[in-house]
Nanobody, 123 residues
Framework: VQLQASGGGLVQPGRSLRVQCVVSGVTLPSFAVGWFRQAPGKEREAVSCINMGDGSSYVSASLKGRFTISRDNVKNTVYLQMDSLKPEDTAVYYC?????????????????WGQGTQVTVSS
């Protein structure tokens, strides 16, 4: 299983950015893909996840209204649209895969992770 995260970069506060994760090698009939982030000196935080089969999803309560997750099953790609970005959103964003995205709390303990993409929100 491989996950390739991309799309990070430097963006000004209030602007938008979309990161994406391309997944390959998953043999399960259905699976979920999620995003975590980790800022310097802070613990890893669950951001969002989506079930690739039916599109049901989870977004952290603190990020709802600004972050949106979507998927393209043809491309095996998951997108995280981040709007109204704030400096505190600065982190490395990692994607991961797990059998199920739990709609109450996200992914469990994923076995497979991407390499991360840096998002920096600064003026």
């Amino acid at each position: 299983v491989q996950l390739q995260a991309s799309g990070g970069g430097l963006v000004q506060p209030g602007r938008s950015l979309r990161v994406q994760c391309v997944v390959s090698g998953v043999t399960l009939p259905s699976f979920a893909v999620g995003w975590f982030r980790q800022a310097p000196g802070k613990e890893r935080e669950a951001v969002s996840c989506i079930n690739m089969g039916d599109g049901s999803s989870y977004v952290s309560a603190s990020l709802k209204g600004r972050f949106t997750i979507s998927r393209d099953n043809v491309k095996n790609t998951v997108y995280l649209q981040m709007d109204s970005l704030k400096p505190e959103d600065t982190a490395v964003y990692y994607c991961a895969t797990d059998p199920i995205c739990h709609l109450q709390y996200g992914l469990g303990y994923p076995d497979y992770w991407g390499q991360g993409t840096q998002v920096t929100v600064s003026s």
